[in-house]
């Protein structure tokens, strides 16, 4: 051991006072949030709207469906997820234009029978 004490050459460590002259302003510390990504991905059209009109105006049972997958876009968007999200944002632009269609055919059939009864 007192080998290793020669060998490294110990010299007390002498503290120096502040030197006031300096101008030293200090930033407060900001508190570790994580970084967001540069980019953000880009948001697959999820027509929300579009699925609540075709499921209270056109037809039930298709626009409850559009709507389920409206809300199934909206989370694959907010997991990142892009495949999922287009996949599910195609087949809810089929099932409204279904339902928008049935709820079209319907109005025609109903006026027609309206205004052409006796």
Known sequence: MAELSKSIDLQPIISQPP???LDVSFQPVSPGYPE???TIPSQVT???PLS???MVYCCFPIG?????YSMRVREANLLGDQTRAQRAS??????????ITFGLITLLAILLLVFLSP
Request: hydrophobic content about 60%.
């Open 46 to 48: 999820d027509y929300l």
């Open 36 to 38: 967001l990504p540069t």
């Open 90 to 99: 195609r087949l809810v632009c089929v099932l409204n234009a279904l339902a």
């Open 19 to 21: 030197n006031h002259d």
């Open 52 to 54: 609540l009109f075709t």
């Open 64 to 68: 409850l469906f559009a709507f389920l």
